[in-house]
């Protein structure tokens, strides 16, 4: 799939603006603070109704306008789309695929899907496990229904345990219902359990290779599913896992009541990142964890052209910086089969692309 046309109208710094892309590679350069992530921000939006920076619709809206527009023209299941989304101040949103209403933002998602990177996405590497598992989570609810309906009851679960053991002491006949939660959590959390172990199988088998690559065969990237303790085989069947989990739930049935927290479970799940077998989050520098970040995504990138038969839309922001000449060069020039965005700052690096186009961005305008 990819975005051949692009035009926003009062969004953020554009007033008014076309823009006609490559199929394969777009570099997006310009000075700071011109509109270069707001570009890529649109460009998000279309697929999948969504900014990655903000939840406040009011926010994309150009200042001093009342009303922002993306219209983007899109090629995708061997079909041009052309999604066409309007926000107003103070009112409901309207969005349409080809002239026909989309009733929610899942119909975008049909129709375009994005990858995107920034430079936040340094947490995956460098934070706590929480940052890892919302990407496992996000990348998994596009992907499989089954998944985000799992997580959507386990999250419902963990919240009534959670309010459960917390007012216990004032109420204790809550701890009657608590053997219910525990067992539904359990059959959801084994779901999961399943959908991560293959989704992090497959992310180190797409991500270690891209790393070596771009890495120049200097560093060798390893990921590593970590979950519940008990849960001997997490490729084993759902009913076995839910058994595991069960033996967990067991052994800390006094500890999670003597704290009032939800202990076991998969809500704590994590995957480990190491970098020539050392963990990445303690000892790698920063080109290492760029490039460990950046491997993550294009491995999810592949993983979506696995399951959905297209590559995504690849939009990397201000990816290059920190990055030595031979992992520019990577980036720029051999991420193939599929249309990539790559912001950067300094045109200096640029004349290592090879193929694709250019644009030069000033205060929400290209310039020549
Ligand atoms: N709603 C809005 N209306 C008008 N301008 C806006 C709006 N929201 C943000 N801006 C402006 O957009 C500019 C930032 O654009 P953007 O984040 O795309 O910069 P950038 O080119 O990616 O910069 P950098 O290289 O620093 O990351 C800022 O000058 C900001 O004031």
Redesign the pocket.
């Known amino acids: 799939m990819r975005i051949n046309k692009l035009t926003l109208e009062g969004f953020?710094?554009y007033r008014g603006q076309t823009l006609e892309f490559d199929p394969a590679c777009n570099v997006i350069h310009?000075e700071?603070?011109?509109?270069?992530?707001?570009l890529l921000e649109a460009m998000v939006y279309l697929s999948c109704g969504k900014s990655p920076r903000t939840r406040t619709e009011r926010?994309?809206?150009?200042?001093d306008g009342g009303e922002a527009r993306i219209i983007g023209e899109i090629y995708s299941r061997e079909r041009e789309f052309i999604t066409d989304i309007t926000l107003r101040a103070g009112s409901r949103r309207k969005m349409t695929v080809n002239g026909v209403a989309a009733k929610n933002a899942s119909e975008l998602s049909e129709t375009l899907h994005t990858v995107f990177f920034s430079p936040e996405d340094l947490f995956l590497i460098r934070e706590g496990a929480a940052a890892r598992r919302r990407f496992m989570d996000q990348s998994l609810c596009q992907l499989r229904p089954r998944y985000a309906r799992a997580l959507a009851e386990y999250h419902r679960l963990y919240e009534h345990k959670t309010r459960i053991l917390r007012d216990r002491e004032e109420n204790p006949g809550l701890l009657a219902m608590l053997p219910d939660f525990n067992e539904g959590m359990c059959r959801m959390g084994a779901i999961l359990i399943h959908y991560r172990a293959q989704y992090c199988r497959a992310l180190d088998a797409y991500a270690a290779p891209a790393h070596g690559d771009c890495s120049g065969g200097r560093e060798k990237l390893k990921l590593r599913y970590e979950t519940v303790k008990t849960v001997v085989d997490p490729f084993a069947k759902t009913e076995d896992i839910a058994q595991n989990l069960r033996d967990h739930q067991q052994s800390h049935y006094h500890a999670e009541l003597a704290s009032g927290l939800c202990l076991s479970g998969p809500h704590k799940d994590d995957f480990l990142v190491e970098v020539n077998g050392r963990s990445a989050r303690q000892f790698c520098s920063q080109g290492q964890v760029r490039t460990a970040a950046l491997c993550l995504k294009l491995a999810d990138r592949e993983i979506h052209r696995s399951a959905v038969g297209e590559y995504p839309v690849m939009l990397l922001d201000?990816v290059l910086s920190e990055l030595d000449p031979k992992r520019q060069e990577y980036v720029l020039n051999r991420i193939s089969g599929g249309q990539v965005f790559i912001?950067c700052?300094e045109n200096d690096r640029l004349d290592r692309l090879q193929a694709g186009r250019l644009f030069h961005?000033r205060s929400g305008e290209v310039v020549l």
């Open positions: 953020r710094n310009g700071n603070a011109q509109g270069k992530t707001n926010e994309l809206i150009s200042f201000d912001t700052c961005i």
